[in-house]
T-cell receptor
């Protein structure tokens, strides 16, 4: 069964304290891995798309990496406005536009 | 460029009623997908439409249906509402270039459905 697991479920950091969020996946065939940010009461906001193991993408304080079994979202020197739920999703070979989501990591950055 | 829009943003219905939600994709996007988000189950795929045809369907009962129009706008319908249908319903659109795999999907703000 295709499965996406995110850890930790929740993470509290002090402003400026760097950390990483993990997304591990067990799928029949990966056609893309996606990171989204979701604020309360809003739709997910796109962050990154990764297609191949070894691929890396960066945007401001965020950097996403991909291996054959997992992806990491690294947050460097976070600010309170980075507080949100971060969602990981995979696209599968079967059903190309269907995304399977992890449960998310709820990140809180304290000033 | 305008993002994905969904109407209405909030709905309150009672058990047994039916509801129709609307989604307008980003201009030029031809694929529209629908997802249900609940605290317990997270985000779950409902179905996807491309060129007015349903291409993929998730594991939901037949009470959940949808359609897509020639301008790529999409609607989803839930008949005979149950309490468990209370959720945030999200629509996402993508270009669907089919060149590298799954295309990036961009989400709308969602419709919050409450079933009493």
């Amino acid at each position: 069964e295709d499965q996406v697991t995110q850890s930790p479920e929740a993470l509290r950091l002090q402003e400026g304290e760097s950390s990483s969020l993990n997304c591990s996946y067990t799928v029949s065939g990966l056609r893309g891995l996606f990171w989204y940010r979701q604020d309360p009461g809003k739709g997910p906001e796109f962050l990154f798309t990764l297609y191949s193991a070894g691929e890396e993408k960066e945007k401001e304080r965020l950097k996403a990496t991909l291996t054959k079994k997992e992806s990491f979202l690294h947050i460097t020197a976070p600010k309170p406005e980075d507080s949100a739920t971060y969602l990981c999703a995979v696209g599968l070979i079967q059903g190309a536009q269907k995304l399977v989501f992890g449960q998310g990591t709820r990140l809180t950055i304290n000033p | 460029k305008a993002g994905v829009t969904q109407t209405p943003r909030y709905l309150i219905k009672t058990r047994g009623q039916q509801v129709t939600l609307s989604c307008s994709p980003i201009s030029g996007h031809r694929s529209v997908s629908w997802y249900q988000q609940t605290p317990g189950q997270g985000l779950q795929f409902l179905f996807e439409y491309f060129s007015e045809t349903q291409r993929n369907k998730g594991n939901f009962p037949g009470r959940f249906s949808g359609r897509q129009f020639s301008n790529s706008r999409s609607e989803m319908n839930v008949s005979t509402l149950e309490l468990g249908d209370s959720a945030l319903y999200l629509c996402a659109s993508s270009l669907f270039t089919a060149t590298r795999g799954t295309d990036t999907q961009y989400f709308g703000p969602g419709t919050r459905l409450t079933v009493l």
